[in-house]
């Protein structure tokens, strides 16, 4: 099989410039996104980075201190499962871990940020292969949609689970190749790939590690509306059939974080109410103005501050993906324009109670635990954008042949456009990274404080989780965490007038901390009565284990019954279905790699036969 470089070559220098002028604008339009954050590394991020670090901190923490795997956070809200929480521990299956255990954290931040950035145009340039040979339409999808102003603001904000969107154009784009059976261009005709399926799957799994809690569900969606109307289009089962087999691989690769998530969701459901709506004249104030800082508002949009709606792509950009949606026809193109269209009306938000986020919102359970539907606009741009693409490349290739240079020349102007909007996506970046931590101690044992004790230099709106975590001190007034954590800690801070120790033994006895980490601690206790309960300082949870017996609540912290006289109790925290999560894991890599090897077999069989045939 010919690989793109060498297809590029035959067809003459002109395409393959255009190549290369489109790679390095991708990643230059990428590089200016982000450059501000590289002038100074060693600072912090604003709003809700602080939060969003420490639930990576302590990946680092608990791998390199204490030799244990991060499925506890004692530090927040009296303690919640960081596993089984969907934006916890998002580094851990992740691409970007060795630059957490490695690299200093605050590089580290910068390094995933810019990683999951390139990743993304990457997927987008590779998505819009699918539709168009044109380097100049394929840069198009990146340019309008990689790194545009919502990536911006939602970046510098510390949404990071934006950043999650980069595995969006992946999954579409493995899934397109499987249903096509197709491994190089549109009509090439040579067979698919078992791969396809698979990788599809390990991008839908990849969603789920990296904390997606919105771009996972909005994926989902995208692909399953893509698929049942290719389904139409081509009357065949097919998308429907490959959609749910890379599905199927996904649950089954990311079981491992799928089933605690599952355990945390049923005992601590998130539900938002979700009443917000955008009207016509703020969506094209929100597409075009260039007043995209993170603390502008050029059109009346509430609630919220404009991070949350702003995603600026030029009046250019938008009156692209008007003509495209106006001029493009094609039977994906076709099925694209709805996909579009919908998720178009879904970022409107509520503006009607027969609304298309209203109904979802109500009637669809996952959707229950989301608000602010404008972030649905972002996934529309990407859908649109491949419509556009899709007319741009047919129009350039019917005019190759008289003007060779053509491709290259839309190219160009294509990344002029791209660094437009990396420029105005560069706005609030550059306003992000400015907290300086204050003088951290070092030594102190572990307690709860009901407020953060340790500020950075210059305060923010929340109180910093991330210096207490450094500071081996839990917090009881805290955010980013499950509600019910939030709401109901069983911890009690050592001011509180109910506080009795970290461990203490009720009815009777004494009890001392011989070692603690933040998954178990290990008790000696003395002199316990008959009926003694070993009371641990912690919310409980699901999860906790101990050497003495089952584990309970009491007074909604850690409590186990313990024998009588003198003992040596261990609790320890295991995220509940995480090791039948993992078995289900092991069994969908060998049921791959079993039936690669049987497809293996069954090609050389052909090709064996074949040749004796000859």
């Not at 204490?66 to 303690?79: I, S, V």
């Not at 129009?395 to 020349?409: G, N, S, V, Y």
């Amino acid at each position: 099989m010919l690989d793109p470089l060498r297809r590029l070559t035959r067809r003459g220098p002109w395409p393959l410039a255009a190549a290369a002028v489109a790679g390095c604008a991708l990643v230059a339009m990428v590089v200016t996104v982000v450059a501000p954050w590289f002038e100074d590394v060693t600072t912090y991020g604003f709003h809700d980075w602080d939060v969003v670090t420490s639930h990576r901190y302590l990946v680092k923490l608990s791998l390199l201190t204490y030799h244990q795997f991060p499925g506890w956070n004692p530090y927040a809200c009296g303690g919640f499962p960081a596993w089984g929480y969907v934006e916890g521990a998002p580094n851990l299956v992740s691409p970007w871990l060795p630059a957490y255990l490695w690299l200093p954290l605050p590089l580290a931040l910068r390094v995933e940020t810019l990683g999951m950035a390139l990743l993304g145009g990457a997927g987008a340039y590779v998505l819009a292969g699918r539709f168009t040979r044109s380097s100049a339409a394929r840069l198009l999808v990146a340019a309008l949609w990689a790194v545009n102003g919502r990536w911006g603001l939602q970046t510098a904000s510390g949404h990071t689970w934006h950043l999650a969107y980069a595995w969006t154009p992946w999954c579409a784009f493995f899934f397109e190749r499987a249903r096509q059976h197709v491994d190089g261009w549109p009509g090439d005709g040579r067979p698919g790939r078992l791969g396809d399926v698979a990788l599809l799957g390990l991008g839908l799994a990849m969603l789920v590690y990296s904390g997606g809690i919105y771009p996972l569900p909005h994926t989902v969606l995208l692909l399953s509306c893509y698929g049942v109307l290719c389904a139409i289009e081509e009357r065949s089962l097919r998308p429907l059939a490959t959609l749910a087999a890379g599905g199927l691989v996904g649950i089954g690769l990311a079981a491992p974080k799928l089933l605690p998530l599952l355990d945390t969701f049923s005992a601590d459901p998130r539900r938002i109410d979700s009443t917000e709506s955008l009207g016509l004249g703020a969506l094209v104030t929100l597409l075009t103005s260039r007043q995209q800082g993170f603390h502008d508002r050029p059109a009346r949009v509430s609630p919220y501050g404009w991070h949350e709606w702003g995603m600026y792509i030029s009046v250019a950009g938008v009156a692209i993906l008007a003509l495209g949606v106006l001029l493009v026809q094609g039977k994906r193109e076709r099925s694209l324009k709805v996909v579009g269209a919908l998720f178009g009306l879904l970022g409107l938000g509520a503006f009607h109670e027969a609304a298309p986020w209203t109904l979802l919102h109500r009637f669809v359970p996952v959707f229950q635990s989301q608000h602010v539907p404008s972030r649905f606009l972002y996934p529309a741009v990407l859908v649109l954008a491949l419509v556009a693409a899709s007319g741009l490349g047919r129009l350039i290739e019917r005019r190759r042949r008289r003007r060779p240079w053509l491709d290259l020349a839309a190219t160009l102007a294509v990344a002029a456009l791209g660094v437009d909007v990396a420029l105005v996506a560069q706005k609030p970046m550059r306003s992000a990274m400015w907290m300086v931590p204050s003088e951290i101690p070092a030594g102190r044992p572990f307690h709860f404080e009901h407020d953060p004790p340790f500020p950075y230099v210059r305060r923010d709106w929340a109180g910093p989780m991330l210096l207490s975590m450094m500071a081996n001190t839990g917090v009881i007034n805290c955010y980013g965490v499950p509600p019910q954590s939030r709401a109901r800690p069983g911890a009690l801070a050592v001011t509180d007038r109910r506080y009795q120790g970290e461990i203490y033994v009720e009815g009777g006895g004494q009890a001392r901390i011989v070692s603690w980490t933040p998954n178990a601690v290990d008790v000696e206790v003395t002199g316990a009565g008959q009926q003694a309960d070993l009371v641990y300082n912690m919310s409980y949870r699901s999860g906790w284990r101990s050497n003495a017996g089952p584990v309970r609540p009491r007074h909604r912290a850690v409590a186990v019954a313990v024998p009588e006289g003198d003992s040596r109790i261990r609790l320890w925290y295991v995220p509940p279905g995480m090791y039948g999560g993992a078995a289900i894991c092991a069994l969908t890599v060998l049921a791959l790699a079993g039936a690669w090897r049987r497809r293996e077999r069954a090609e050389r069989s052909r090709a064996c036969c074949g040749g004796g045939a000859q």
